[in-house]
């Protein structure tokens, strides 16, 4: 499905595509992803998703690809094999005021904070499972502090909604920087 973004193609993780493979004859993966995850019926822990939908009115790079991870889970590996850098955009309950930006790298499952978000499956367990099937690509995490989950609850609280500038700020100058020296290009292994 083509997003109403210049250059850029948005998925979402239910599609029949391989995302291992390039989007047309010829071309590679995109070097990007920008992964937004959370549950959108849980309020401020659909931080990520709300900050994937901002990004999508934004025009983007044709190496961006922007998709909505959901609630995560092992059916995301795929998309993990097929970029060099990984922007993820996630909730989490660590204590700080709720809209407080964070941003770190992570280079192994460890690296993930054991509060961020309440998904199906673990962002740790995730990247452990992605670190068995061969190097990771450079993997940049931004989070949003939450205070609390509130079931069947669609729109975000008023600090984490204006948080959302912020993150697209963020995750717009990691785009525009060079990668990182010695972040492992999966399609190259």
Not at 51 to 68: G, N, Q
Not at 97 to 111: C, E, I, K, L, W
């Amino acid at each position: 499905m083509w997003g109403g973004i210049a250059g850029s193609r948005r998925f979402t993780v239910t599609e029949k595509t391989d995302l291992c493979a390039p989007t047309r004859p010829g071309a590679l993966p995109a070097d990007v992803l920008v992964l937004g995850v959370g549950n959108l019926l849980v309020g401020d822990e659909g931080v990520g998703v709300h900050a994937l939908r901002a990004l999508e009115a934004e025009t983007w790079p044709a190496h961006v690809r922007l998709v909505d991870g959901g609630t995560g889970g092992f059916h995301l590996l795929e998309l993990l094999c097929s970029h060099s850098r990984i922007i993820l955009i996630d909730a989490t309950r660590d204590g700080a005021p709720p809209g407080t930006v964070s941003q770190f790298s992570a280079r192994v499952a460890a690296d993930f904070p054991p509060e961020l978000g309440a998904h199906d499956i673990g962002l740790r367990d995730l990247i452990s499972a992605a670190a068995l099937l061969g190097p990771l690509p450079e993997i940049e995490v931004i989070t949003v502090s939450i205070a609390e989950l509130k079931p069947m609850t669609l729109e975000l609280s008023a600090p984490v909604a204006a948080a959302l500038p912020e993150v697209a700020r963020r995750v717009r100058a990691l785009v525009e920087a060079p990668l990182a020296r010695g972040a492992t290009n999966r399609r190259e292994s």
